[in-house]
């Protein structure tokens, strides 16, 4: 008890009800009324992860108008919000596959099912504070003398998920510093006690930052067939192909995925980029305009991409339809609903230049596209989309300076894998017809 009572915690519930009976279990369980902070929103919830470390979150999943704990995690994980030792608890009244399966990918340290009861905060939440205990002693003896001072600490673990996770920390510090071999005998030691799913898919991780792409689908192959219902390996398979440039096999392993969790905007995504990639952007339309309702609220939710959407449409819009085709209407459409409006003057701007050039009337779209100045360009799609209208309107030197802009500064991060699938779309955007990727139907 003296252990949760000397914790931080962040709620995260869009009902105040449920907020006050939160806080109110957790002082009865010894807490300081200091030690809890409340929020009702996502965007809450970032501003208090901005100001302060939390130990713990309690994150509801339905933050409601349209929001989830999914789209804030993933947030707080992707931009780095949260300390590596925050423990994540996912509070649900609704305790379907398809939630845990969002999820999956992000690796809350648990869930706990509404009503939340004292035994459960006893439970698991103590349980989850003694593992992150015991890593972080393994940690200061790990920077302190390495390896040689962490071992003898193995056998002080509290208890068996303890000892699995504190391992797979030192693996994870071990990566940081490129000592994969070292990492990779650690986890090799563990799996011969114990058949511990995160370690062997750590292995994997280990191959792919090794660049040993063929071993790596080989054991992730051997993964998928023993869990297949685990999106979180589909995803790690997805990223394999992609690095390995076996873009069947990722269009494959991306469909497989969405099949799972066809609300995963990342993975939706990687499948429209891919069929860019492969210069085939009419197969692209159909996720670009499925992915505009999952937007709204998510980590991914850019000018550029709602602009790319739109574009999708326009594709897919007469060119007699064209003439009366207004932006902000096809979003209000595709996105079913979502009041937010196109805020950025760059897409308006690249948009319009888009349909003028598709009704003909080339002269007008040329001057539009060149009052769009660079600052304005504030993500890659929006300047993939300015590209376009270079490319369409032949104006190959403007093409050529955009392109460059857009290569320097699209660099590698949360999302690697659309990251490279972007650079690549980027490099073959000279003709409509340009050969690329070999991607199936």
């Known amino acids: 008890m003296e252990i949760l009572a000397q914790s931080t915690y962040l709620i995260v519930d869009d009902s105040n009800i449920i907020q006050s009976a939160t806080r109110a279990l957790l002082m009865n369980l010894g807490v300081p009324m200091n030690n809890i902070i409340s929020t009702a929103s996502a965007k809450g919830a970032i501003a208090a992860c901005n100001k302060q470390k939390f130990d713990i979150l309690l994150i509801d999943h339905n933050l409601g108008t349209g929001s989830t704990g999914l789209h804030l995690l ?246 007699n339809a064209l003439q009366n085709w207004r932006a902000d209407t096809v979003w209000h459409r595709i996105s079913r609903g979502n009041e937010s409006s196109l805020t950025s003057k760059a897409i308006q701007k690249a948009l319009q230049a888009l349909r003028l050039a598709q009704i003909g009337n080339t002269a007008l779209a040329a001057e539009l596209l060149a009052q769009i100045p660079e600052n304005d360009i504030t993500d890659f799609e929006t300047g993939f989309l300015i590209c376009i209208g270079y490319r369409d309107l032949e104006l190959n030197e403007e093409l050529s300076q955009m392109k460059q802009q857009l290569d320097s500064t699209n660099t590698p991060a949360a999302a690697s894998s659309l990251s490279r699938l972007q650079s690549l779309a980027l490099k073959v955007l000279v003709k409509i017809d340009t050969p690329s990727l070999t991607v199936t139907s």
């Open 74 to 319: 993933e947030y707080l994980r992707y931009k780095d919000i949260l300390k590596q030792q925050t423990l994540v608890y996912i509070v649900t009244g609704n305790d379907s596959q398809d939630v845990f399966l969002g999820y999956s990918q992000l690796e809350p340290d648990g869930y706990l099912i509404k009503p939340i009861r004292s035994d459960d905060i006893i439970k698991r939440v103590s349980s989850g504070l003694l593992r992150r205990e015991f890593c972080q002693r393994l940690e200061q003896a790990f920077n302190k003398k390495g390896l040689a001072e962490v071992k003898p600490l193995f056998a002080s673990a509290p208890d068996t998920m303890a000892l699995k996770s504190g391992i797979i920390h030192i693996a994870n510090l071990l990566c940081k510093n490129q000592q994969y071999d070292e990492a990779q005998a650690m986890l090799s030691g563990l799996l011969q006690l114990h058949n511990h799913l995160p370690a062997r898919i750590k292995q994997v991780e280990i191959l792919l930052n090794k660049q040993q792409y063929k071993t790596a689908l080989q054991q992730i192959n051997m993964l998928i067939e023993e869990n297949k219902f685990n999106v979180r390996l589909l995803n790690l398979k997805t990223e394999i192909c992609i690095e390995a440039e076996r873009w069947p096999d990722a269009e494959q392993t991306i469909q497989r995925a969405l099949q799972l969790h066809n609300s995963s905007v990342e993975q939706t995504l990687n499948i429209a980029w891919l069929h860019i990639a492969g210069n085939n952007f009419e197969k692209a339309i159909p996720h670009l305009l499925q992915v505009a309702n999952l937007l709204p609220h998510s980590m991914w939710d850019t000018p550029g991409q709602r602009g790319l959407s739109i574009y999708a449409d326009m594709c897919n819009t007469d060119k």
